[in-house]
């Protein structure tokens, strides 16, 4: 079987999973409907971007020696997914004619018609407008750079028609949780070093996305060539694109590693990184020696441990170093 192939069969049968929504009376499972939207958005990749968000509000909150509460958490959390729905719907709005050319993303559920267009712009609009609201509840300066922020994120699916450093877009997309979760709890009240340990953190979720998302976009290379789409690896060549990728996680792995000095953390920390580092080099190994159908494994498992393993750790300093007094 052609690596083509094998890809093309993997993305059939989980769309087709995804799409086996339907009552032997022909009326919609109520639980495969939620499915069915959570697919079209991919909700479980949220998992990337939320543990490095709420990271940085661990480490906001510990400067105030407190939990910054319930409510405050929860609106992060709000905001967070409607942040990553609205990008994940645009994306999907705007890539609706190209995915239905090309062989492994035609399944979707905008180019089998398994979601109206109408429905996903809803959506989209839903979402966007609950960030602005949770924003809005947080505190003025996040209202005031919510709409900002919007941008940001729906502009990375653009940018693939016009430069090969879209990956990097798509980076600068997650890297704006951090920020975002860092603003939820401090507002304008930032001093100097909250700052720095702020963007050294954006930084790395930066090149981190951009190094996976640089492996991810293999898969497409042959169809991004011919039907002149950009990428890294379309401009550069696929073994350039890799050592790009994988210069971007060590310096990601730079940056965590100041974020730990920055914030004075200490021996869990170190191990969470020294993990981080053993997924790093295991992604590269998979995307280098294995056939393209292990990307997804690459992309999804070993990143979304990453991700888990640094919110983990930077609870566990955190909390024993006396960071957190619980209160609702």
């Given at each position: 079987?052609?690596?083509?192939?094998?890809?093309?069969?993997?993305?059939?049968?989980?769309?087709?999973?995804?799409?086996?929504?339907?009552?032997?009376?022909?009326?919609?499972?109520?639980?495969?409907?939620?499915?069915?939207?959570?697919?079209?958005?991919?909700?479980?990749?949220?998992?990337?971007?939320?543990?490095?968000?709420?990271?940085?509000?661990?480490?906001?909150?510990?400067?105030?020696?407190?939990?910054?509460?319930?409510?405050?958490?929860?609106?992060i959390l709000l905001a967070?997914?409607?942040?990553?729905?609205?990008?994940?719907?645009?994306?999907?709005?705007?890539?609706?004619?190209?995915?239905?050319?090309?062989?492994?993303?035609?399944?979707?559920?905008?180019?089998?018609?398994?979601?109206?267009?109408?429905?996903?712009?809803?959506?989209?609009?839903?979402?966007?407008?609950g960030l602005v609201a949770?924003?809005?509840?947080?505190?003025?300066?996040?209202?005031?750079?919510?709409?900002?922020?919007?941008?940001?994120?729906?502009?990375?699916?653009?940018?693939?028609?016009?430069?090969?450093?879209?990956?990097?877009?798509?980076?600068?997309?997650?890297?704006?949780?951090?920020?975002?979760?860092?603003?939820?709890?401090?507002?304008?009240?930032?001093?100097?070093?909250?700052?720095?340990r702020m963007s050294v953190?954006?930084?790395?979720?930066?090149?981190?996305?951009?190094?996976?998302?640089?492996?991810?976009?293999?898969?497409?290379?042959?169809?991004?060539?011919?039907?002149?789409?950009?990428?890294?690896?379309?401009?550069?060549?696929?073994?350039?694109?890799?050592?790009?990728?994988?210069?971007?996680?060590?310096?990601?792995?730079?940056?965590?590693?100041?974020?730990?000095?920055?914030?004075?953390?200490?021996?869990?920390?170190?191990?969470?990184?020294?993990?981080?580092?053993?997924?790093?080099?295991?992604?590269?190994?998979?995307?280098?020696?294995?056939?393209?159908?292990?990307?997804?494994?690459?992309?999804?498992?070993?990143?979304?441990?990453?991700?888990?393993?640094?919110?983990?750790?930077?609870?566990?300093?955190?909390?024993?170093?006396?960071?957190?007094?619980?209160?609702?």
């Open positions: 079987m052609s690596q083509e192939s094998e890809v093309r069969g993997w993305s059939s049968r989980s769309d087709a999973a995804a799409t086996d929504v339907r009552r032997p009376g022909g009326g919609l499972r109520p639980w495969a409907a939620v499915c069915k939207w959570f697919s079209f958005v991919r909700f479980s990749h949220t998992i990337f971007a939320l543990p490095f968000a709420l990271a940085g509000m661990a480490v906001a909150a510990r400067d105030q020696r407190g939990w910054p509460g319930a409510r405050t958490f929860g609106l967070m997914v409607c942040a990553r729905t609205c990008a994940m719907a645009f994306n999907r709005i705007v890539d609706r004619d190209i995915d239905a050319r090309n062989p492994r993303t035609a399944h979707r559920h905008l180019p089998t018609g398994q979601i109206s267009l109408p429905a996903a712009w809803f959506l989209w609009g839903l979402s966007g407008a949770a924003s809005w509840f947080l505190n003025p300066l996040c209202f005031v750079l919510s709409p900002v922020a919007l941008f940001v994120i729906c502009f990375y699916s653009v940018t693939k028609r016009f430069t090969p450093y879209t990956h990097l877009f798509l980076g600068l997309a997650l890297g704006l949780a951090p920020v975002g979760a860092w603003l939820a709890v401090k507002g304008g009240d930032l001093t100097l070093l909250d700052g720095l953190l954006a930084a790395a979720v930066v090149f981190w996305v951009a190094g996976f998302d640089i492996i991810y976009s293999l898969q497409d290379y042959e169809f991004d060539r011919r039907h002149g789409l950009h990428s890294l690896a379309v401009a550069w060549g696929p073994k350039n694109a890799l050592l790009a990728a994988f210069l971007g996680h060590m310096v990601m792995l730079g940056l965590l590693l100041l974020f730990g000095l920055l914030c004075r953390f200490r021996l869990a920390y170190l191990v969470g990184w020294f993990l981080i580092l053993i997924c790093v080099l295991l992604e590269h190994w998979i995307a280098r020696r294995r056939s393209l159908n292990w990307i997804q494994t690459a992309f999804f498992r070993l990143n979304a441990l990453i991700s888990v393993v640094f919110l983990v750790v930077t609870l566990a300093e955190v909390v024993f170093q006396g960071g957190f007094r619980l209160r609702l």
